[in-house]
């Protein structure tokens, strides 16, 4: 299998795919497991729980704009530990 056909509309994208049996089987275990109403629903719970367990933090996008806040913060510079220390003192 492997025929992936992909087209947007209103921002969302519509696939049309081809899974094997077993693929297909799984998402009808977890669409009935979640009270899903399509295999949609099922294949984004899928994909969601994918992301959050193995996709690393700096790939994520909350990561991506936590860390464009983070450089465009102020920060005073401090040359050692000590002068750092002197001044929060």
Do not use: C
């Amino acid at each position: 299998m492997g025929n992936i056909l992909v087209y947007t509309w209103d921002n969302m994208v519509q696939a049309v795919i081809n899974i094997k049996d077993r693929a297909n089987r799984v998402l009808n275990i977890v669409k009935a497991k979640y009270g899903f109403k399509d295999k949609n629903q099922a294949i984004e719970h899928v994909i969601e729980r994918y992301e959050s367990a193995f996709l690393e933090p700096e790939l994520r996008p909350e990561y991506i704009g936590k860390l464009e806040k983070i450089r465009k913060g102020k920060y005073t510079r401090f040359n050692s530990v000590d002068e750092l220390k002197k001044k929060t003192s």
